[in-house]
């Protein structure tokens, strides 16, 4: 009786160990698994990310446009008023070299 009573102990034992080590091996297999969906849940925020991204600076771009076109209206309207005032003011300027160059009564 003391002989089946140890070999259970020991049987229960082996049992014990045994379960140990499929617990031991099962851990490292979820903690294997939990880190590849650790890498493949930072790849997706990443590509999440850059996509969010490159959608705001397209926005940004087309929120630009009108501004630019309005920056090149109110240039182009600068650039006529210059050359509008260098117009009028060739004449004026085209009169004083040929008042240096001929002279004041127009004799050389």
Not at 17 to 45: D, G, H, S, T
Not at 53 to 61: F, N
Not at 73 to 87: F, G, M, N
């Amino acid at each position: 009786m003391a002989y089946e009573i140890l070999k259970s102990i020991v049987e229960a034992e082996t049992r014990a160990v045994e379960i140990k080590k499929q617990a031991v091996a099962q851990a490292e297999e979820m903690k294997a698994n939990a880190l590849k969906q650790q890498e493949v849940l930072l790849e997706e925020a990443g590509l999440q990310g850059k996509k969010e991204m490159q959608e705001a600076v397209k926005k940004a771009v087309e929120e630009s446009k009108g501004a630019i076109q309005e920056i090149l209206k109110e240039a182009d309207v600068t650039c006529a008023q210059i050359r509008e005032q260098a117009s009028q003011k060739k004449e004026e300027a085209v009169q004083a070299v040929i008042g240096k160059v001929v002279g004041t009564y127009g004799s050389c």
